[in-house]
């Protein structure tokens, strides 16, 4: 059968540069004006989830538990002077268009006592705070029943607010609400007087400057520190230009998949720009470095390769070298890559499948693209010895030499030093805590820490109880069941504050007998409950039963942020309530503490999902490619331990699997396996043209050995710029995903010639014996091999 020929250079140089100009241009242009912006819980959790669906029922009947709450002290703090401030900033907030309502003194129901029953009035407006003095006003809000640890602290001597936006749609929003609520504080001479501000709305917005503040510091200094290094490989401005280029089709291209894929940026895809600029760059070393190894090889001198023909042959043969392995790569990143796809978390989910396109984007680019412009322009000399990638050759060689001279010990040491360290890999926390994101002494985390101590955790967390009938809830029984429940959750120390609908109708019932502390609990009459809920004319009992009667929710504030706390809370609430006989009564848990629990649930099973896909497509992919079944086992050793490292490491810092470190291992094995692929592919490729195994394996170290260790210095380096972020999670994503690559050279560098050498002669003997006992005469002694079939494994050969 005739095989095709594929020719490079086929399509017009002019062509090709239009073509690269507009795929640099238009995605990302395109992508920058249609990208939206959104960290917030929602957008972590399948829209089709249980979790998801009970909150948009939820939403429909109840208020959302979003909050922003700001505490502050003053030793004025219940004077006319503050209170009046307190009250301006109070309007201002409420009448936002993006909130739905402001708890605060001035704003909460309080039910009292009267002549001939109860009243529902303000905790404490103007009105009734020009009829008490400020020590009355003090203890009129310690007095309360719901006031303590949401609007004050138990000793008094704090006073807060909580600000509800209405339901948004992305962070921007938050982002708005936080900033003019910033604004309403200073017009109101307030902002001396705070002391935190914290909850769901600023922390998101805390999240999303950070994830920008990246985005604009870390982008362009991984791509100036790419292009820089590529400068000093090669010296070459046309390299140069071509890879800014390059890096900026990938990245559109990326970004414009995750554009119409319906993602929105998150602190997640915001790992994105970094991403394809490291993978761009990779790509294009390896392409440079063929040009130079071609020169090299033939003794090209930049004044000899002017002439037109001498720059198509060169950029030829470059071609032959790489495109084979370049495409493997493609292809076996991003199926490392789409492995992240198996995440039910949305963001996770998309970054795969939009890095994976930008992979293969650049492959075009590399592969079709970039021959036609090079052999067209290209008019410099690419090979410096001793100078730019040159350096690098020393190292290799050293690292490649201790492997091939000494095979078993490096084998056995490897062995040991990863079968010494495996243990910490039980030892990883799957965990997830928003605030944990930030150091400690970052103003949300400060502001956490205060309002979790004099006030309440801002962990909500729903119950909700159904009933199959209407006025189910103004009956006594439903209702010690509800009872029942508030009292055995108090009871736990991860909870801070528990509001039920019980807790208004002992206030009814306390308040309808003249504040008789004997009356604060539950009536005993149906037909009385019912006569105090229909004279009640409040706004916050509605906030926990809708108006039929029929659900009602607790709320919960909880003092832990952790996911995995959360669910524990959860299944222990989940436990408690199948044992009792709730009747006709169903339950079940939402909130923001359910949307985020249910993440750590859905990160597990994804990154399970997740690193089993990516093991095996890139092991079925190499046994296409190597049409070997103990080849691709042999090339899965340098890409796999990698993440065992990446886990001991974790395991021994105390390093969360959390949503930025659950990226790292299908990226780690994605960017890897590309420096294996082209080790392998050139040592194969010499092997079959009947070299030995050491020979192929110096030569191929020589040519492609400096490529996947400068792809490596530069990807680390690129990375480890993530560092300076003070975001954790861009800390963590960068360090971890630096050790996996620096851990696949060395294992491309040392362990992979060990494994060929020692496979090599196990090949050998196979061969002999198989020899020995076909040959006529069995007595004779086996021929000795010659160079070209492999036999030299004498200290001078090497």
Not at 209 to 238: H, Y
Not at 258 to 282: D, H, K, N, R
Not at 575 to 598: H, M, N, P, S, V
């Amino acid at each position: 059968m005739k095989r095709i020929s594929l020719n490079p250079l086929r399509l017009p140089p002019l062509a090709a540069l239009a073509i690269l100009i507009v795929l640099a241009v238009g995605p990302l242009v395109t992508a920058a004006l249609t990208l939206t912006i959104n960290n917030s819980p929602e957008a972590y959790i399948p829209p089709q989830s249980e979790a998801a669906i009970l909150e948009r029922q939820l939403r429909e009947r109840f208020p959302g538990d979003e909050v922003l709450v700001a505490a502050f002290v003053s030793e004025d703090l219940y004077q006319d002077a503050f209170l009046e401030r307190f009250e301006q900033l109070v309007a201002t907030m409420q009448q936002h268009p993006l909130v739905e309502r402001v708890l605060a003194p001035a704003t909460m129901d309080h039910i009292s006592g009267t002549a001939d029953g109860f009243v529902v009035e303000p905790l404490l407006d103007a009105a009734i705070r020009a009829r008490l003095d400020p020590a009355e006003r003090r203890a009129r809000l310690l007095a309360d029943r719901f006031a303590p640890g949401l609007l004050i602290s138990d000793d008094g001597s704090l006073m807060a607010l909580a600000v509800r936006p209405r339901e948004l749609e992305n962070s921007l929003q938050r982002l708005e609400v936080e900033t003019a609520f910033e604004q309403a504080l200073a017009d109101a001479g307030l902002a001396d007087h705070l002391v935190a501000i914290s909850g769901q709305t600023p922390l998101d917005a805390a999240q999303l400057r950070a994830t920008v503040r990246d985005s604009l510091i870390f982008v362009p200094a991984t791509l100036a520190i790419g292009l820089v290094l590529t400068a000093w490989l090669f010296r070459r401005w046309l390299a140069l230009a071509i890879a800014l280029a390059a890096i900026h089709a990938a990245v559109g291209t990326a970004l414009l998949v995750l554009v119409l894929l319906g993602q929105p940026f998150t602190l997640i895809t915001a790992i994105l720009p970094p991403l394809m600029v490291s993978l761009s760059v990779a790509f294009l070393l390896h392409w440079y470095n063929a040009l130079a190894m071609v020169e090299r090889r033939e003794g090209v001198e930049g004044a000899s390769s002017a002439a037109g023909a001498s720059s198509q042959q060169r950029v030829r043969q470059a071609w032959d070298a790489i495109h084979r392995p370049a495409l493997f790569s493609a292809l076996t990143t991003a199926a490392g890559l789409i492995s992240l796809s198996m995440s039910e978390i949305p963001p996770i989910h998309a970054l795969g499948q939009s890095a994976a396109a930008g992979v293969l984007m650049l492959y075009l680019l590399v592969a079709w693209l970039l021959p036609p412009i090079f052999a067209r322009w290209d008019r410099g000399g690419w090979a410096r010895p001793g100078k730019g990638i040159g350096l690098l050759d020393a190292p290799v060689a050293w690292l490649r030499r201790l492997g091939m001279r000494y095979p078993r010990w490096v084998l056995i040491v490897t062995l040991l030093v990863l079968a010494a360290g495996a243990p910490q890999v039980s030892t990883v926390e799957v965990e997830s805590d928003l605030f944990r994101f930030f150091h400690e002494d970052h103003p949300i985390s400060q502001s956490n820490q205060v309002l979790t101590e004099r006030l309440s955790g801002v962990t909500a967390l729903e119950v909700v109880f159904e009933a199959p009938a209407r006025d189910a809830f103004k009956q006594v029984e439903p209702l010690r069941e509800i009872q029942a429940f508030r009292e055995w959750i108090a009871a736990r120390p991860e909870v801070d504050r528990v509001t039920t609908l019980v807790d208004m109708i002992e206030e009814m019932h306390w308040g309808f007998h003249a504040e008789d502390p004997e009356y604060r609990r539950l009536p005993e009459q149906s037909d009385l409950i019912a006569q105090y809920l229909f004279i009640y004319d409040g706004n916050d009992l509605y906030e926990l039963v809708d108006r039929d009667f029929r659900v009602t929710r607790v709320m919960l504030n909880l003092n832990v942020n952790g996911a995995s706390k959360i669910n524990a809370i959860m299944a222990d609430i989940e436990a408690y309530l199948e044992q009792r006989a709730l009747g006709e009564l169903t339950f079940d848990i939402g909130g923001f503490g359910r949307l985020f629990g249910d993440q750590e649930r859905l990160l597990i099973e994804g990154q399970i999902r997740g690193l089993l896909l990516a093991a095996g497509l890139i092991f079925l992919l190499m046994v296409v490619i190597w049409r070997s079944l103990s080849a691709a086992l042999l090339c899965m050793v340098p890409n796999l331990s990698p993440i065992l490292v990446i886990f001991i490491v974790m395991g021994l810092f105390g390093i969360w699997l959390d949503m930025a470190t659950a990226m790292i291992t299908g990226v780690a094995v994605g960017i890897a396996v590309d420096d294996t692929i082209h080790v392998y592919f050139g040592y194969r490729s010499r092997r079959a043209r009947g070299r030995s195994p050491v020979w192929a394996l110096a030569r191929t170290y020589q040519h492609a050995g400096r490529a996947v260790t400068a792809t490596t210095l530069i990807l680390s380096a690129q990375f480890l710029l993530l560092l300076g972020s003070p975001f954790l999670p861009t800390n963590d994503f960068g360090l971890l995903t630096a050790l996996g690559l620096v851990t696949a050279l060395l294992f491309d560098l040392l362990v992979l010639p060990a494994l060929l050498m020692v496979t090599a002669g196990w090949w050998w003997a196979r061969r002999q014996r198989k020899a020995a006992s076909s040959a006529p005469d069995a007595g004779q002694p086996p021929r000795q091999p010659s160079r070209a079939e492999g036999g030299e494994f004498s200290r001078r050969n090497r």
